[in-house]
């Protein structure tokens, strides 16, 4: 059974800290990873895709990846109240399946 | 932006109706996918769509349910016979010329079974 595991949160941050997002998986396999954000009542919205072990950046968003210890994580700078959402990890096993496996999401509350 | 859209964008039914939930994927894609929300749940995948024939499904995806390309551009997923716990957000995604290309989701279907 492929488990992907996130604490549901919420996790609250003020206003222009750093959000630190935690997800773990089971599948030793697994070779991409993604966070979606996802705002309540709305679809996910792709934020980030990783491979690679090590850091990756894009604007406000890193996502870091360490596969000998099976966790991916996303960091947000300069929080902002419209970063306010579920953020969901999947993770995707390579060759034959393309069909990622979702966590449950972590609540994200950032508060002027 | 190319985008995925969903019809309807909130679906009452009746125990025991059919229900036809439908996308328009993005126009070059050539994968499809549904995927399903309980509420507070997280996102799990029913069934992918790949040159006119399913390429993987779920466990969640049994003989009620089944899906159809009708035409160049509608991907559809029907329910034969909803049941109350099929209630739940459907989205729809596409992806482009390979399966391990991103996957796109569309804004979703809220299905309320009464």
């Known amino acids: 059974q492929k488990e992907v595991e996130q604490n549901s949160g919420p996790l609250s941050v003020p206003e222009g800290a750093i959000a630190s997002l935690n997800c773990t998986y089971s599948?030793?396999?697994?070779?991409?990873f993604f966070w979606y954000r996802q705002y309540s009542g709305k679809s996910p919205e792709l934020i980030m895709s990783?491979?690679?072990?090590g850091d990756k950046e894009d604007g406000r968003f890193t996502a870091q990846l360490n596969k000998a210890s099976q966790y991916v994580s996303l960091l947000i700078r300069d929080s902002q109240p419209s970063d306010s959402a579920t953020y969901l990890c999947?993770?995707?096993?390579?060759?034959?399946?393309?069909?990622?496996?979702f966590g449950r999401g972590t609540s994200l509350i950032v508060h002027p | 932006e190319p985008e995925v859209t969903q019809t309807p964008s909130h679906q009452v039914t009746q125990m025991g109706q059919e229900v036809i939930l439908r996308c328009v994927p993005i126009?070059?894609?050539?994968?499809f996918y549904w995927y399903r929300q309980i509420l507070g749940q997280k996102v799990e995948f029913l069934v992918s769509?790949?040159?006119?024939?399913?390429?993987?499904k779920s466990e969640i995806f049994d003989d009620q349910f089944s899906v159809e390309r009708p035409d160049g551009s509608n991907f559809t997923l029907k329910i034969r016979s909803t049941k109350l716990e099929d209630s739940a957000m459907y989205f729809c995604?596409?992806?482009?010329?390979?399966?391990?290309?991103?996957?796109?989701f569309g804004p979703g279907t809220r299905l309320t079974v009464l």
């Open positions: 995604a596409s992806s482009g010329t390979g399966g391990a290309d991103t996957q796109y």
């Open positions: 599948d030793r396999g697994s070779q991409s």
């Open positions: 990783i491979y690679s072990n």
């Open positions: 999947a993770v995707r096993r390579s060759g034959g399946s393309y069909i990622p496996t």
């Open positions: 126009s070059n894609h050539l994968y």
């Open positions: 769509f790949y040159n006119n024939e399913i390429s993987e």
